[in-house]
C-alpha cells in the first residue's frame, strides 16, 4: 500500500557531499513526520534527522551543522543533504515515514525504505 523509495546514495572521499532523497507513495492520506535512519556495520540502527509536517527539524548530535533535512509537501519527499562527510558515516540509511493510509482506522504507522548505502573513504 505504501512505498518509501530512497536514492542518492554511494562513494565519497571524507570532506564531500552527498544528497539523499526519498519519495513517498501509495494511499497515503497525511505524513506527519518522515526522517533519516543509518547503521552501520554491527551496530544499531540510530536517528539521524528528522522533519515533521509542520517543518520543524531534529538532528543527531554527530551531524549537526553538517546535515540539513528538507522535505517537499507537495512530492511526498524528503530530502537530505549531507556535506562534510566523514568516514564514520559510512552506514545504510533508511527513509522513514509516520503516516495514515486511506482506508484506515486513522492511526499512523511507521513505514521503511529499503535503504542506501553511503560510503566514505577516508
Known amino acids: 500500500q505504501v512505498q518509501l523509495v530512497e536514492s542518492g546514495g554511494g562513494l565519497v572521499q571524507a570532506g564531500g557531499s552527498l544528497r539523499l532523497s526519498c519519495a513517498a507513495s501509495?494511499?497515503?492520506?497525511?505524513?506527519?513526520?518522515m526522517g533519516w535512519y543509518r547503521q552501520a556495520p554491527g551496530k544499531q540502527r540510530e536517528l539521524v534527522a528528522t522533519?515533521?509536517?509542520?517543518?520543524?527539524?531534529d538532528y543527531a548530535d554527530s551531524v549537526k551543522g553538517r546535515f540539513t533535512i528538507s522535505r517537499d509537501n507537495a512530492k511526498n519527499t524528503v530530502y537530505l543533504q549531507m556535506n562534510s562527510l566523514e568516514p564514520e558515516d559510512t552506514a545504510a540509511y533508511y527513509c522513514n515515514a509516520i503516516l495514515i493510509i486511506l482506508p484506515g482506522n486513522g492511526e499512523a504507522r511507521a513505514y521503511w525504505g529499503q535503504g542506501t548505502q553511503v560510503t566514505v573513504s577516508s
Open positions: 522533519i515533521i509536517s509542520g517543518g520543524s527539524t
Open positions: 501509495g494511499s497515503i492520506f497525511v505524513i506527519n513526520a
